[in-house]
Each structure stands twice: as C-alpha cells, then as structure tokens.
C-alpha cells in the first residue's frame, strides 16, 4: 500500500552481497535516494556466478557454517535457462560480438552481463570488495522497528582490519547456493573413502576409472553425471524416487556404465555402499548432489527469524520479518522462479518501504498472511524444506503488483515452460538444439529487447 506521507527518507542501507540480487539491490535503492554500502567478500561482483576454479582448504562436505568458497558452479557449467528469460526488465542478456553467443552460455557469460549491469548504472562505486561480514546484530535491541538501527561488523581479507558499522537498514542478498544440503545416511560419518558435495566440484578428473554413487538426480546431479560417465570406471546414480525422465531414461540407456539405484540404505567403513532395494557395490567415491540450505551465520535477529528446514521465517512475501520490516529485508530467497525480474520486483518494494513511500500491512496482518501460506503448502503436501520454491509465475506477476512492477511476458513464460519441457525429453541436447524459434522472434522484438537501441544487437 502507498504511504500517506508523501515526503521521502534517505536512509543508510547496508547491502550484503554483490551477486545479480545485491546488485539490483544496490541499484534501486540508490534511486530511490538512499546511501547504499554493498559489502562483498569476493575480488568482483557475480556471487554465485564468480567461478573459483581453487577449492584447496575446503571442507569436503561444506559442513562449517562460513565457507571459504562461496561459488558452487563447475567448470563446465551452462545455463538452464535461456538467456532471453534472464535479464533484468531494463537490461536485456544481449548477444555480444566475441563473446559466448549460444542461448545457453557458459556461466562465464552471464558474469560478463553482471559486469556489464554494474558498469552500465555506475554500481562498482558503492561496493566494498574482500569484505567477509562477520556479525549483522540490532544496536538497540528493544527499540521499535521505526527505530530500529543495526550494528555491521566485516572483516577486511587482506589487512585483516575489523570495521564496525551502524546503518539504518540491512538488506541480506547472499544467495542459496553455498550452504551444502546433506543426507542423513547410516554409516556416513564412518565411511573411510572420498565423500564430497557438489559445492566442491570443478572437473570430472579427480573421479577418473572410479566406480563413483551420485546421490540426488537434480540438475546438477545429471549434469555431472553426463560429465563423469565419461572418464569413471561406472557412475551409480542414487535418487529418491526411480520415476525419471524421459532425458536422463536415455542417458543411462546409452552409457553401459551408467546405473540408477534407489537411495542408500548404509555406508559400510570397508567401501561398500547398499541401497534400500538390498542390492550393494563396493565404490571408491560419493558425490552429494542434494541441495542447499539457507545460512545466515553472521546474522542475530535475537531468534526472530531462524532457519527451520530450509524455511526461513517468518517471512512476509519470502522477503520480510514481520517484527523487523522493513529495516531488515531479504532479498533472492525464493527458488523455481524466473530469478532476475523477480529480485528487481523485491528491491524496488525495499527502496520504496526504506523511503515511506509505501508502507508493509501491520504485524497481525503479516503473521495472518504467512500462517495462511504455511497452511496452504501443508495442505498440499508441500514438505517444509520446499517453502520457498515458488514455480508460479501468478505469484511473481501478484509480488510486482506491490511496487507496479510489470507483470512477466508471455513470451519470457512460454520460453521457460519450452525450455523446461525440451530439457525433460532431450537432457543432453536441450542446451543447443530447440524448436522455439517463433516464440524467440518474439521475444527479440519486444520493447524488452529494443528499448535501449545498443549497437550489439541479438542474433
């Protein structure tokens, strides 16, 4: 809802992380008038998408709770989406000369967008590089949350200086892929041979002529598994449920050394490795392809907000705590969405809230709201680590309406529902041969695409 009091409050707002949701954080904010200090630990902005080929000192199972590592992309890694679908709502992922110019790039081109992104609005300027945020704590804890002001302390990487901070507004744009999501398996903590998550996978080489269990068949899990069939000895992908699709179907049909199992029942210390169905093999390596968890380690809200299975909360829309709003605010939580329109639709309503130019509902009608969502995903069968996974563009289109933000294309929808669809049946093709070619024609002659005349125009 619009504000009655029309006049604007700049506020001092700490962004942490300058990954695709800080960034646009960043960006918005600074519109709407506010100081903005965005601390990152990396050398450059990107987060997830800022590859780490080192991964030397790294847990193995990423089981501390402040990683050294925070990017979990492999080498080889492509988009799962294309990358029409991706820009932001003013900054189209253009094809560029010289560059990578498939639909489905390397990771490394869509940090050259977010590089592009920062230097096209002048982002770099309020970054804060090498700049690991140790402690996020209220100053006043009891004071309303009008009030509310919040202590930041970081620690500088290369001199090891420790700055304490005071900002009016805190916004938490970390991300949710770093934090390692592991089973609860008998025998795992005793099983003597190599166990990682795929948090600390780069490259195939380290499994060559091993017989290596893959747990989890996600994105990620088929992906390396496409890539390791090819130097392992044999690849035993373990999955919850046997009910695959048709894509990976034919992988594994095609590979004589690719095997799908049920999940593990027990890890043996001898290296034996036994599936619910009773049957067994001896393997030298297991590779955790299962997920993330939300982790907040440098963050006291005194209990106010905790991760509960891969729920955090309580949170108003997946973006506010109600006892907190809006001087603390969370932004990229959500999953299953089309990512970077929808982060700009949370910072623009942040910006707008830190202004008062538009005001959250009161607490009670917060709480209502959020008990009324748990419900509703309970009620159908939703687990509570899936929470945040939203796969429903109605909701993104609703969650703008807050702010005005432009409701998604249907050309952007179209083109993920044929991109999800073409993965399902062609898992190893997707990425390079499609069938949309009407709905793209489309989509690059859309206002989405012409709106800022560049040069380097799409292919």
């Not at 432009?406 to 499609?434: G, M, Q």
Request: a negative charge; glycine letters at 6%.
């Amino acid at each position: 809802m619009v504000s009655e009091t029309v006049q604007s409050q700049s506020k001092n707002v700490c962004v942490i992380g300058a990954g695709p949701s800080g960034l646009v954080a960043a960006r918005e904010l600074r519109k709407e008038g506010h100081m903005v200090v965005v601390l990152e630990q990396n050398h450059d902005v990107g987060g997830q998408w800022l590859y780490e080929a080192n991964m030397e000192g790294e847990d193995p199972l990423g089981r501390k709770p402040f990683l050294k590592v925070h990017s979990s992309i492999y080498e080889s890694l492509r988009l799962t989406s294309p990358r029409e679908i991706m820009g932001f709502s003013d900054f189209p992922f253009l094809v560029k000369k010289g560059r990578d110019t498939r639909r489905f790039p390397s990771h490394s081109e869509l940090l050259l967008y977010l590089k592009d992104f920062c230097e096209y609005f002048g982002l770099r300027e309020m970054i804060r590089f090498n700049t690991l945020v140790d402690h996020v704590g209220m100053l006043d804890y009891g004071v309303c949350s009008n009030d509310l002001k919040w202590i930041v302390r970081s620690i500088d990487k290369k001199s090891e200086k420790v700055v304490e901070e005071v900002f009016d507004a805190v916004v938490v744009a970390t991300g949710h892929y770093s934090q390692p999501r592991l089973p609860s398996i008998q025998g795992m903590d005793t099983w003597k041979r190599k166990q990682i998550h795929s948090h600390i996978y780069r490259t195939p080489e380290q499994f060559r002529n091993e017989i290596v269990v893959v747990v989890g068949n996600s994105l990620s899990g088929q992906d390396i598994s496409i890539e390791l069939v090819e130097v392992a000895k044999e690849v035993h992908m373990s999955s919850r449920s046997l009910n695959i699709s048709e894509g990976l179907s034919k992988v594994i049909s095609k590979h004589a050394n690719f095997h799908l199992h049920p999940q593990i029942e027990t890890l043996q210390e001898d290296g034996i490795v036994t599936f619910v169905d009773g049957s067994s093999i001896l393997a030298d390596s297991i590779l955790y392809c299962t997920g993330y968890s939300y982790a907040f380690p440098f963050l006291d809200t005194k209990g106010m907000v905790v991760v509960d299975d891969d729920r955090v909360g309580p949170l108003y829309e997946h973006t506010f705590p109600p006892s907190l709003a809006p001087s603390l605010s969370f932004i990229g939580i959500p999953r299953k969405i089309i990512g970077f329109p929808f982060f700009e639709s949370q910072a623009i309503w942040i910006a707008q809230l830190l202004s008062g130019k538009r005001v959250l509902p009161s607490w009670e009608e917060m709480m209502k709201s959020i008990k009324e969502f748990y419900h509703s995903r309970e009620a159908a069968g939703i687990p509570k680590h899936c929470t945040h996974e939203i796969a429903n563009f109605e909701y993104c289109d609703k969650y703008g309406d807050n702010v005005g933000f432009p409701h998604t294309e249907e050309w952007r929808k179209k083109l993920c529902i044929s991109a999800i669809i073409n993965a399902d049946v062609n898992l190893e093709t997707y990425r390079d041969l499609w069938d949309d070619h009407d709905l793209l024609q489309e989509a690059l002659q859309s206002p989405h695409f012409t709106q800022l005349g560049l040069e380097d125009s799409p292919l």
